[in-house]
C-alpha cells in the first residue's frame, strides 16, 4: 500500500497531509528515514512518525466540536495562535476535517479517520455543508439567484448554493446557505461578489448531521448512528 495511504489508514492525517510528513523527513521505514511518495508499506514493515511507532490498529476517533471564534483549525499554528485542539484535549492524535476560518464558528468534525476526511472534504463527493449567515443589508431577490446559479469571483468559481432567507431587521438580513465544495473562505466570497459583507458565520449541519443544542467550545464524540451515517456518505 502507498505509504501516504497507510498513514492515514492509521490515523496519522489526511492523505493530503501525510505526504507532507513524508517531504519533510518526518517519517521512517524500517528505521531509515523516507521521503520519496511513490514508497509501498508492506504488513511487516515498521513505520515511524517522528520517532513513534505508526500503528494500523488505532482506534477511530470521531468528535464533533461547536468551533468559538478567535481559533484556527489546525494542529499547529505558526502565529502561536488558538487551535482547536486547544479545545479538545484527548490522548489520541487526531485533527479537524476540513477548516472554518478563524473568525466562522460552528460544527467542526475531529478525527483521525483519514478516509473519512477524505470523504468529507473531497469536492468530487459534494457533501453539504450549511451555514446560518449574517449579511449586510438586504440582498435582492436577483443577487440570491445569481448566487444559486453559481458565480465567479476574483477567478475563482462557485458552484450555486441553496439559499433560503431565514429573516431581516435592523439593516441585516439572516440566511441559510448550503454548499457542497468548501472553497477557500466560499461563502464570504460568495457575498462579497454582491458587494455586501458576511457580519456572522456560523456552520450548523455536514450532511444530515447537526450541530445541535452544543455550546459554544463544547464538543462530544459521535454516537454510532452519526459515525454510520458519516461512513456511508
Ligand atoms: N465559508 C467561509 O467563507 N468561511 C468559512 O469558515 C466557511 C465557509
Redesign the pocket.
Given at each position: 500500500m502507498r505509504i501516504n495511504k497507510y498513514l492515514s489508514g492509521c490515523g496519522i492525517d489526511s492523505r493530503r497531509k501525510c505526504e507532507k510528513l513524508i517531504i519533510d523527513g518526518r517519517v521512517r521505514v524500517n528505521g531509515k528515514t523516507v521521503t520519496e511518495l511513490a514508497t509501498d508499506i508492506k504488513d511487516s514493515d515498521s513505520v515511524e512518525v517522528d520517532g513513534h511507532l505508526v500503528s494500523s490498529a488505532q482506534r477511530k476517533i470521531y468528535i464533533m466540536l461547536n468551533k468559538p471564534k478567535g481559533c484556527v483549525c489546525t494542529v499547529n499554528d505558526e502565529k502561536g495562535r488558538k487551535t482547536v485542539l486547544d479545545l479538545v484535549k484527548i490522548n489520541q492524535r487526531i485533527y479537524p476535517v476540513g477548516?472554518?476560518?478563524y473568525d466562522?464558528e460552528g460544527l467542526l468534525l475531529l478525527t483521525n479517520d483519514g478516509d473519512l476526511t477524505n470523504k468529507i472534504t473531497h469536492p468530487k463527493n459534494t457533501v453539504k455543508k450549511t451555514?446560518s449567515v449574517r449579511v449586510e443589508g438586504e440582498p435582492t431577490a436577483a443577487e440570491l439567484k445569481r448566487l444559486r446559479g453559481g458565480i465567479e469571483y476574483n477567478g475563482v468559481k462557485y458552484n450555486g448554493a441553496e439559499i433560503s432567507v431565514v429573516g431581516a431587521e435592523n439593516g441585516e438580513t439572516k440566511l441559510l446557505m448550503t454548499i457542497t465544495e468548501g472553497k477557500n473562505?466560499?461563502?464570504?466570497?460568495m457575498i462579497e461578489s454582491l458587494g455586501r459583507r458576511?457580519l456572522f458565520?456560523k456552520?450548523v449541519a455536514i450532511g444530515d448531521l447537526r450541530l445541535g443544542g452544543l455550546s459554544r467550545g463544547e464538543w462530544r464524540y459521535l454516537n454510532a448512528r452519526e459515525t454510520d451515517y458519516l461512513k456511508s456518505l
Open positions: 477548516r472554518l476560518d466562522t451555514y473562505h466560499e461563502i464570504k466570497n458576511v458565520l456552520r
